[in-house]
């Protein structure tokens, strides 16, 4: 089955600085792959998605990149703020309505 | 839209006590998922169902857990007996074909 690896666990970063996630995956057949925001008490929030036909999706603030070849991605967060603060969650699946692989998570913190 | 809606948001129970906690889909959404949520494991999916239909329940860890779908709004997730490991944050997710997952709020279960 599918395996998911998140690196690092926790990371640290100034406010405005950049922070980049990376995921790996095992299944050359996984083709969507989410990212999720955990804030504390709160259920995972779904911030961007990618599929395996694009190397590169954006959305305001974060990005998100693709190499198949390589089996991983990353999610990129620019001019962080302090409300950036969470942990994220990567998954992969083969298709978006099959079950999601998640990798552990990392803490982000946001230092003011 | 509401979102996916979870109750109880929080249990506490004593061993051996059965447990049911119950979940209500985004309207419209074909797919819903149960996953359970530690520090330790991280985010486990525990069964999913499509058009009511459990797909794959190979993450439901023993006979003590049980889910039902009786209709396109309504699942439960029902423990009999409950242990203390089974402590956690249960999470239900749904999706409508071919789209993305969207979480509830949880529920924190706590066995003593």
């Known amino acids: 089955g599918e395996n998911v690896e998140q690196h690092p666990s926790t990371l640290s970063v100034q406010e405005g600085d950049s922070a980049v996630i990376k995921c790996t995956y095992s299944d050359s057949a996984s083709n969507y792959f989410p990212w999720y925001k955990q804030e504390l008490g709160k259920g995972p929030q779904l911030i961007i998605d990618i599929r395996s036909n694009v190397g590169e999706k954006k959305d305001q603030r974060i990005a998100v990149t693709l190499n198949k070849t390589a089996k991983h991605f990353s999610l990129h967060i620019t001019e962080t703020q302090p409300e950036d603060s969470a942990v994220y969650f990567c998954?992969?699946?083969?298709?978006?309505?099959?079950?999601?692989?998640f990798g552990k998570g990392i803490t982000l913190s946001v230092r003011p | 839209d509401a979102g996916v809606i979870q109750s109880p948001r929080h249990e506490v129970t004593e061993m051996g006590q059965e447990v049911t906690l119950r979940c209500k889909p985004i309207s419209g959404h074909n797919s819903l998922f149960w996953y359970r949520q530690t520090m330790m494991r991280g985010l486990e999916l525990l069964i999913y169902f499509n058009n009511n239909v459990p797909i794959d329940d190979s993450g439901m860890p023993e006979d003590r857990f049980s889910a039902k779908m009786p209709n396109a709004s309504f699942s439960t997730l029902k423990i009999q007996p409950s242990e203390p490991r089974d402590s956690a944050v249960y999470f239900c997710?749904?999706?409508?074909?071919?789209?993305?997952?969207?979480f509830g709020p949880g529920t924190r279960l706590t066995v003593l």
């Open positions: 997710a749904s999706s409508s074909a071919g789209g993305d997952q969207f």
């Open positions: 998954a992969a699946s083969d298709g978006a309505n099959s079950k999601l692989t």
